[in-house]
C-alpha cells in the first residue's frame, strides 16, 4: 500500500471517530437530560407561547418559541429595567462597577458590559405576575377623574391584557449556580431555571440627568422544537389561535403544552393539546 | 521538494516506465511538480532569449540532451501528479477549479435546504440516522475520491459537501434535542474541516478550518473571562490566543502541503492586527484596565511596531503574504493616526493631497527593499 494510500485511510479512520464520537456524545448528553426526574415541569397555556401561525414551506421543522416578561420599575420609561438587579446582585455576579460617586461623573456617561452567561429563573404565574397586575389595576384606580378618555381606555385595556392575555411567564432571578437558585425557588411547578445570557448597562439618562442601570436578559433557547408526534395538536393549536380576535378575550380556547426541563436544563415538550370551550 | 526516502518504491515503478529518466530527484506533492514544470518553462523562455541575444548559444548536441531531459521530466510528472504542462492545460485547471468551487456551492446549499424541507416530517430516529449517515456518506466518497484522481478537483467537491453536513448533522440534532447551544462545537467543527483539508490539500477547507478554531479559541477565551461566547466580538483581545495558535501552526512543517503554512501566516496576522486596530480607537472594549485612552495610545503604538516588525519578518524569511499584510496594517495605522491628527481641521483637499504622497512614499520605501532583497538573495547565491 502507498503512503498516500495509508495516509487518506488514517484520515479517514480519524473522521469517521469524529463524526461517530460527536454524534455519540451529542444524544448521550440529550438521553441524559431526559433521564431520571425533570428538574421542572411547567404547564404553560397559549399565553406563554407563541405559535406561528403557518410555516414556511420550505422549513418542515415545528417550533413553538416561550413567551416571558421582564419586570419593569413602576414609572420606568424603559421595558428592560428590571428593579431586583440592584447593584449588590450585580456585584455578586462578577461585574466590576464604578465607584458609587463615579456614577454621575462627567467622564463617564455611558458604560456597557459584554453579555455575561447566567441561570434565569422563570416564575410561572407567581408573584411577579400578581404585583404586575396589581401595579396596573393601582394605576387604573388612581386615575385622576378629570383624566382623558383616552388614558382610561389605555388603562383598563393595559389591565384586561395582563389579566386575559399577556404571558404570565416572569424572570424574576438571574445567578451563576444553577443549583442555589433552585434552593431559593424551589417549586418544579412554578420554576423553571434556564441558561440565559444577561447584558447590562449604565446610562446617565436622557430625563433628568438621572443616571441607571438597565437590563437585558435573553435565554439561549427560546425556540423549541415540537416532536412529530405532536405536529397534529400543534396545527389544531395554530388554527384556533387563528380564530381569536385580535384584542379577544383568549379564555375560549388554547393550548396546553407541558414543558419539561431536564437534568442540564434543556427543555422538551411531553404534552401539547388544543383545547375549545 | 526532493525526497527520495518516501518516494522510492513509487520512483522505482516509474524508472520502468520512464527508462531515459535519470536521477532520483522526485517531487513529493503536485503543487511542488508544478513549480518544477513552471521553472523548466520558463528556463527554456529564458534559453531561447538568450540564444536570440547572442549570450549563450547551446550545440545542437547539448540543446537535444536538455530537450531530452526536461521533456522526459515532464512526462514522469505529468504522469505520476498530472501537472499542467502547456498553457492550454492551465486554463482548463482554472476553469475546473471554478467549477468545482461552485459545485460544491451549488450542493452544499441542495443539502441544506433539502434537509429543511424533508427533516421535520420524520420521527426522530430517522432524523438521526439521515444525519449521521448523510455526514458518513459524504466523508467516505471524499476520501474514494482523494484515493482515486490525482489533481482532487472531485475530492475537494464532496469535501465540501461533506462538512456542509456535518455542520448540519450537529446543528439540527441540537435543534432536535432542544440543547443548549455552545462554543465547543466550532472546535468539532475544526477538527473535520482540518481533516479535510489535508487530505485533498483544500486551502479553502483549510481556511475554513483556521475559521472555526479561531472562533472556537476566541470563544473560550471570552468564556474563561466570563463573556458570554457570542459577545467575544466586543472584546477584541479574546482573539489573540487565536492568532498566536495559528502564528506557530505555520512553523509546523508540511511537505506534502507546502501552501498551507502561508494561509496559517496569513489568518494569524489578520487575528492579530483587526483586534489591534479596532482598540486603537476603542479602548474601553480592553480587557487592560487602564483609562480608555490610554489603551487606545498603547495598541497605537503597538501597531505601528508590530506591523513594522511583521514586514522585516517577511522580508528576511520570504513570506510574502506576511509582508504584504504587514504593510497594509502599518498603511492603515499611519492613515488612522493621520485622521485623528489633521481631519478635524485640515482642508479636505490637504488632507487627500498629503494621503497621496504618504502612498508615494510608501512606494519608493517598498522598492527600496525590493532592491534590498534583490542584493541579498544575489550575495546568497554568489556565497553558496
Known amino acids: 500500500m502507498s503512503s498516500r494510500m495509508r495516509r487518506i485511510l488514517q484520515l479517514t479512520a480519524m473522521a469517521l471517530l469524529l463524526i461517530v464520537a460527536a454524534n455519540a456524545i451529542l444524544l448521550l448528553g440529550s438521553w441524559r437530560n431526559r433521564s431520571g426526574e425533570p428538574d421542572a415541569e411547567l404547564l404553560l397555556s397559549e399565553r406563554e407561547l407563541y405559535v406561528p401561525y403557518s410555516w414556511d414551506d420550505e422549513n418542515s421543522g415545528r417550533f413553538i418559541q416561550l413567551r416571558y416578561q421582564l419586570a419593569s420599575e413602576m414609572g420606568g420609561d424603559t421595558l428592560f429595567t428590571n428593579p431586583w438587579l440592584d447593584r449588590k446582585k450585580l456585584k455578586s455576579l462578577g461585574y466590576r462597577l ?50 382623558g378618555p383616552e388614558t382610561i381606555q389605555a388603562a383598563e385595556e393595559k389591565v384586561r391584557q395582563l389579566r386575559d392575555q399577556d404571558s404570565r411567564l416572569y424572570v424574576v432571578d438571574v445567578g451563576l449556580d444553577a443549583q442555589e437558585l433552585r ?56 388554527q384556533q389561535m387563528q380564530k381569536v380576535p385580535s384584542g379577544g378575550k383568549t379564555g375560549a380556547s388554547g393550548c396546553r403544552v407541558r414543558l419539561a426541563f431536564g437534568t442540564r436544563l434543556e427543555p422538551w415538550v411531553k404534552e401539547l393539546h388544543a383545547w375549545t370551550n | 521538494m526532493c525526497s527520495t526516502h518516501s518516494m522510492l518504491p513509487r520512483f522505482r515503478k516509474t524508472a520502468q516506465l520512464f527508462p531515459h529518466s535519470s536521477g532520483n530527484c522526485v517531487p513529493t506533492s503536485r503543487e511542488a511538480a508544478q513549480q518544477a514544470v513552471d521553472r523548466i518553462a520558463a528556463f527554456r523562455q529564458e534559453l531561447d532569449h538568450l540564444a536570440e541575444a547572442g549570450i549563450l548559444h547551446l550545440d545542437a548536441e547539448q540543446r537535444q540532451a536538455v530537450d531530452t531531459y526536461q521533456q522526459n521530466k515532464l512526462e514522469e510528472w505529468r504522469f505520476l501528479f498530472d501537472v499542467d504542462t502547456r498553457r492550454q492545460d492551465r486554463q482548463f485547471s482554472l476553469g475546473m477549479k471554478a467549477a468545482s468551487f461552485l459545485a460544491a456551492l451549488g450542493l452544499g446549499a441542495a443539502v441544506f435546504f433539502l434537509f429543511q424541507q424533508f427533516w421535520g416530517r420524520f420521527s426522530p430516529p430517522w432524523q438521526i440516522a439521515i444525519l449521521v449517515s448523510a455526514s458518513i456518506g459524504s466523508l467516505l466518497a471524499t476520501m474514494h475520491c482523494a484515493a482515486r484522481e490525482q489533481l482532487g478537483y472531485f475530492a475537494r467537491l464532496f469535501a465540501l459537501v461533506a462538512l456542509v453536513c456535518f455542520i448540519l448533522n450537529l446543528t439540527l440534532l441540537g435543534q432536535l434535542f432542544n440543547a443548549t447551544p455552545s462554543h465547543t462545537v466550532f472546535l468539532v467543527w475544526a477538527s473535520l474541516a482540518f481533516l479535510l483539508a489535508y487530505a485533498t490539500g483544500a486551502r479553502l477547507l483549510l481556511t475554513l478550518a483556521v475559521l472555526c478554531l479561531a472562533g472556537f479559541l476566541s470563544a473560550q477565551a471570552g468564556a474563561w473571562n466570563g463573556i458570554y461566547w457570542l459577545s467575544v466580538g466586543e472584546q477584541p483581545e479574546s482573539f489573540y490566543p487565536a492568532a498566536i495558535v495559528l502564528f506557530f501552526l505555520s512553523f509546523v512543517p508540511h511537505r506534502l502541503n507546502p501552501s498551507f503554512p502561508s494561509v496559517y501566516r496569513m489568518w494569524a496576522l489578520l487575528f492579530w492586527f483587526i483586534p489591534m486596530l479596532v482598540l486603537s480607537h476603542w479602548g474601553t472594549g480592553s480587557y487592560i484596565p487602564w483609562a480608555p485612552t490610554l489603551v487606545e495610545w498603547f495598541y497605537q503604538i503597538a501597531g505601528f511596531v508590530s506591523s ?30 493621520f485622521y485623528d491628527w489633521w481631519w478635524g481641521w485640515m482642508p479636505k483637499y490637504l488632507f487627500f493631497f498629503l494621503v497621496g504622497l504618504l502612498a508615494i512614499l510608501v512606494l519608493l520605501v517598498l522598492r527600496r527593499l525590493r532592491s534590498r532583497g534583490d542584493r541579498a538573495l544575489q550575495q546568497h547565491e554568489v556565497a553558496g
Not at chain 1, 462627567?106 to 422563570?122: G, Q
Not at chain 1, 416564575?123 to 388612581?142: P, T
Not at chain 1, 439618562?205 to 423549541?224: A, C, M, V, Y
Open chain 1, 98 to 147: 464604578p465607584q458609587e460617586g463615579a456614577d454621575t461623573a462627567e467622564s463617564a456617561s455611558y458604560l456597557s458590559f459584554p453579555a455575561k452567561k447566567v441561570f434565569v429563573v422563570l416564575e410561572l404565574q407567581g408573584l411577579a405576575y400578581e404585583q404586575a397586575l396589581a401595579q396596573a389595576v393601582a394605576e387604573m384606580e388612581g386615575l385622576q377623574p378629570t383624566a
Open chain 1, 183 to 238: 434552593q431559593h425557588h424551589s417549586s418544579k411547578e412554578r420554576y423553571a431555571i434556564v441558561p440565559g445570557q444577561l447584558r447590562v448597562w449604565w446610562d446617565r439618562g436622557h430625563k433628568q440627568n438621572k443616571p441607571q442601570w438597565f437590563s437585558s436578559i435573553t435565554l439561549d433557547r427560546e425556540r423549541i422544537f415540537v416532536p412529530l408526534e405532536f405536529a397534529g395538536p400543534l396545527a389544531r393549536c395554530a
Open chain 2, 308 to 337: 513594522a516588525g511583521v514586514i522585516a519578518a517577511g522580508i528576511r524569511w520570504r513570506w510574502h503574504e506576511t509582508m504584504r499584510i504587514g504593510v497594509i496594517f502599518f498603511t492603515l495605522f499611519l492613515y488612522a493616526k
